[in-house]
Structure formats: structure tokens, C-alpha cells
């Protein structure tokens, strides 16, 4: 069973950079992508990114494009996010979630982590 477990979140000022990782276990060969999604208080899940792990193809929400960038190291076992020119909207509970295909669609994904928490305040 796929197991994954995030780390990197944190509290930043608006305009400096985190980075998440997301270390990953158990894939099978239906699992092809690893995605970012994130949850605000009150609000509801939203995709951020994600990576195929075969073709290391990515996809950006429009809300980070250009300020975030997903990357697989070579083991292909960890999943990162770098986070560059945060904002307070970016304060959230960021997860990671393995599934068969890179996809904005949360039914995409079948296994999910516990979460980190990234707040941006001042």
C-alpha cells in the first residue's frame, strides 16, 4: 500500500519560500502521479500541482503558476514543492496524494498523507 508523509511546512513572511517534501512508499504499477492540494480554514480542497512519475510531466493550478515548482528526485521517492514569493492566500494545510494519472481532479488519487501545515503572515 502506497504510504506517503509530508514535511517542510512552516510559518513565512509574505515574499519568502518554503519547500515541501513528500516521501513516498509501496507504489504499484497503476501509480503514475504524485499531486499537491491544499485546504484554508472554511474552505475547500484545492489542487496545487502535480508530476507524472514516468514522464515527469507537471501541471500548475493557476493561483502558483510561475511562484511554485513540483520536482521528483532520482529514487523517484520523494516528491518536492517548492514554494518561492509566498503569499497570506498560500496559508493552508498543504497535502500530498499518489494516484494513476497528473490530474486536477482530487477522485484521481487514491492515497493521501496526513498534511503540513504552511502559514504566511506578517
Known amino acids: 500500500q502506497v504510504q506517503l508523509t509530508e514535511s517542510g511546512g512552516g510559518l513565512a513572511q509574505p515574499g519568502e519560500s518554503l519547500r515541501l517534501s513528500c516521501a513516498a512508499s509501496?507504489?504499484?504499477?497503476?501509480?503514475?502521479?504524485i499531486g499537491w492540494f491544499r485546504q484554508a480554514p472554511g474552505k475547500e480542497r484545492e489542487w496545487v500541482s502535480c508530476?507524472?512519475?514516468?514522464?515527469?510531466?507537471?501541471l500548475y493550478a493557476d493561483s502558483v503558476k510561475g511562484r511554485f515548482t513540483i520536482s521528483i528526485n532520482n529514487a523517484k521517492d520523494t516528491v518536492y514543492l517548492q514554494m518561492n514569493s509566498l503569499k497570506p492566500e498560500d496559508t493552508a494545510v498543504y497535502y500530498c496524494?499518489?494516484?494513476?494519472?497528473?490530474?486536477?481532479?482530487?477522485?484521481?488519487?487514491?492515497?493521501w498523507g496526513q498534511g503540513t501545515q504552511v502559514t504566511v503572515s506578517s
Open positions: 496524494a499518489a494516484g494513476w494519472i497528473c490530474s486536477s481532479s482530487s477522485s484521481r488519487y487514491d492515497y
Open positions: 509501496g507504489f504499484t504499477v497503476d501509480d503514475d502521479a
Open positions: 508530476i507524472s512519475l514516468s514522464t515527469d510531466g507537471t
